[in-house]
């Protein structure tokens, strides 16, 4: 039997190795949902702070005290992540020539 919290920490020291493919998506249905492992778990008297590595992604969740303690979470736990995207940040690239980064609309000029 292997010890959940060495798992945890294995999981993330390959994720660190193993870059992430950029090849296309191909056959797979996108349904937001990732299998991990919990890295750490911080609580305080009303929240908690659930780190997760699923394969090469680390995702960071605050759930309630109160759900953490109820799944009993703690490194090693073998968790589903479920993503919800609410927001979308836009960001601009910076390109060969262009004005600085903290102009933007120099870049559209």
Known sequence: ?????ELARFAQERASVEPVSR???VGQSARNRM???VTKVTRDTVMAQV???AGPFRLVSLVSR?????????????????????NVVVELPRRAGAASQTDP???FG
């Open 23 to 25: 090849n296309p998506v």
């Open 51 to 53: 780190e997760v590595q």
């Open 66 to 86: 109160e759900a953490a303690d109820e799944l009993q979470l703690q490194p090693g736990s073998l968790v589903m992540a479920s993503v919800k995207a609410t």
């Open 1 to 5: 039997m292997v010890d959940g919290a």
């Open 35 to 37: 299998v991990g492992l």
């Open 105 to 107: 609309a120099a870049e």
